[in-house]
């Protein structure tokens, strides 16, 4: 999961968990606590987006003009990769028990799941989306294998409308139950 972003987390793990994701061996789970990593990230890259803005308005060259924007959609969609990751640590299961359990676990996701996740966490923005991603996420991380390439591609795929249609139809369900 957190392969893709080595070069923005690395310099903001403590010494602990660098070793941890240096072995290869971090999960979710072991951030949990952590938020304040995801916070410093969003702000490095916020900083890192304001200045492409700033610098694109004083550039003259259309080329750097359109290099300089396209920097500026790529940090973008890793401000919201970011967040997504941050939040799904709500609902990483964090007890000692699950930490153990998953460290002695030798099973770990699809690098195939974990580059779709990111392409779809770093293009859509909507809560629900990010919401159900940050879901996934947690359950990938806690059990690699339960959630589906196509059941994570649904998601990216699905529209605002259908998923509010698809939740308003199971939501009478239980209130009907």
């Given at each position: 999961m957190m392969k893709p972003i080595a070069p923005i987390i690395v310099p903001f793990l403590?010494?602990?968990?660098?070793?941890?994701?240096?072995?290869?061996?971090?999960?979710l789970a072991m951030l949990k606590n952590h938020e304040d990593i995801f916070d410093k990230i969003s702000l490095s890259l916020s900083k890192k987006l304001e200045e492409y803005h700033v610098n694109s308005l004083a550039e003259d060259d259309p080329f750097n003009i359109v290099q300089l924007a396209e920097n500026s959609r790529i940090t973008e969609g890793y401000i919201n990769y970011?967040?997504?990751?941050?939040?799904?640590?709500?609902?990483?299961?964090?007890?000692p028990?699950?930490?153990?359990?998953?460290?002695?676990?030798?099973?770990?996701g699809s690098p195939t799941w974990y580059d779709m996740f990111r392409e779809i966490a770093m293009r859509r923005c909507e809560v629900w989306r990010r919401d159900l991603l940050a879901k996934c996420a947690a359950i990938e991380d806690e059990s690699p294998g339960t959630i589906t390439l196509k059941t994570l591609w649904n998601i990216?795929?699905?529209e605002t409308q259908s998923f509010l249609l698809l939740s308003l139809f199971f939501d009478s369900g239980i209130l009907a139950y």
């Open positions: 403590p010494e602990k968990m660098l070793n941890k994701y240096l072995q290869g061996k971090m999960t970011i967040s997504t990751l941050k939040r799904s640590l709500f609902y990483v299961n964090d007890s028990k699950c930490i153990k359990q998953k460290n002695n676990s030798q099973e770990f990216g795929i699905l």
